[in-house]
């Protein structure tokens, strides 16, 4: 059976990942993250391993690479207003190009990490973002999200890796007694339902491109970026829409 590491595992994303493919899948897992609190209760079960990964240490990368095949690639600053040299450049910039040398080095076979929504944020809200429009970053996180895009291209056509990455959205598991979505986030939602279809039906997917970018939207009615590619490649059949979740409860900006 695969055997995937999945960088981040303690966060939001990560814990919904490997809960799901713990409980609806055979793959061995290897949840790695520089935080291992949230991961304790994953520990103990034969099939699955929990070890601590700090992503900016090249030599660590290369460890937690050993006789993997897939990487799930999710560890990273998530914050918009994240700081360039205090977090991003560790974590994000020198993290992922670790992990994709280390996915490399090690014979991994395809890559997915997590890119964003934000590598486009700067288009205005009117606009609909396809899988031609050039990037436009709002933030240094966007920037920092489009150097992953960058690195994701180079290890798949100059090192023959396969490179998927996600540009996820505003994930979050709506609940209408919570708080109200901005009309932008109605637009970017990604459910962790939808999420799950698009991550599972990547890792399994046939004649996928070698290098790919991946639109991680739900069936919102109006959408930021475009999805009719990303169904087309994967077969993604998102369910959610955040304007039927919010009704009319969200609030412009
Ligand atoms: N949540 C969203 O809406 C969203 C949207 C678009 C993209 N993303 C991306 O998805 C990924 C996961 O996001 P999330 O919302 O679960 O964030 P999160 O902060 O909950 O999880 C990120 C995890 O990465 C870990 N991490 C940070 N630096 C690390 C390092 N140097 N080494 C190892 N682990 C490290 C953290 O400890 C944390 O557990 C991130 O890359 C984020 O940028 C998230
Ligand atoms: O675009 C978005 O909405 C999201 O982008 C992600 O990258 C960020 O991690 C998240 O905080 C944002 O809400």
Known sequence: MKKILITG???????????????????????????LLPLEKFKGSSNHEVIYLDVSSLEECQNACKNID??????????????????????????????????????????????????????????????????????????????????????AYEKQLQSIVIRIGAYDDYKPEGLPLSARDMSAYISPEDFIDLLLKTITAKNLPFFSILHGISENRFKRLNIEETKRLVGYTPNSDAFKLCGIHFFDR
């Open 9 to 35: 595992a303690a966060g939001k994303i990560g814990q919904h990942v490997a809960n799901t493919l713990m409980k609806k899948t055979s793959y061995q897992l290897k949840l790695a993250d520089i935080n």
């Open 70 to 155: 897939i990487v799930i690639h999710l560890a990273g600053d998530p914050s918009p207003n994240a700081d360039f040299y205090s977090s991003l450049l560790e974590n994000t910039i020198k993290g992922s190009y670790n992990i994709f040398k280390a996915a490399s080095d090690n014979g991994v076979t395809k890559v997915i990490a997590a890119s964003s929504a934000q590598t486009v944020e700067g288009y205005p809200l009117d606009f609909q973002v396809t899988d031609s429009s050039p990037v436009r970053p709002k933030n240094m996180y966007g920037v920092s999200k489009c150097f992953v895009e960058a690195l994701a291209s180079y290890f």
